[in-house]
């Protein structure tokens, strides 16, 4: 997958999970964290070699995806307010 696609893919589920989980963090941060997540899940697929490197594949996007929900969720685990 392409760094646009990633980006897109995070931003999405970075605004998804604001949507899910409410906003502790704010839109913004949410939709970072879902852009690095998504950067992040998506190199690892392709380090595995599940997805090809480069291809817009359903690995890719779900490795984007799963990136992104485990930085969030480890972001606001760390940093929950009380």
Known sequence: MTL????VVG???GLIANK?????NGMMMDIML???????GAIAID???????????????FGAVAGSA?????YR???RQA
């Open 34 to 40: 879902g852009i690095v997540g998504a950067i992040a």
């Open 11 to 13: 931003a999405v589920a």
């Open 77 to 79: 685990a760390i940093f």
């Open 70 to 74: 485990a930085i969030l969720t480890g």
């Open 20 to 24: 899910l989980f409410g906003r502790l």
């Open 4 to 7: 646009v696609t990633w980006i």
């Open 47 to 61: 380090s595995l070699g599940i997805s090809q490197p480069g291809a817009f594949t359903v690995a890719g996007v």
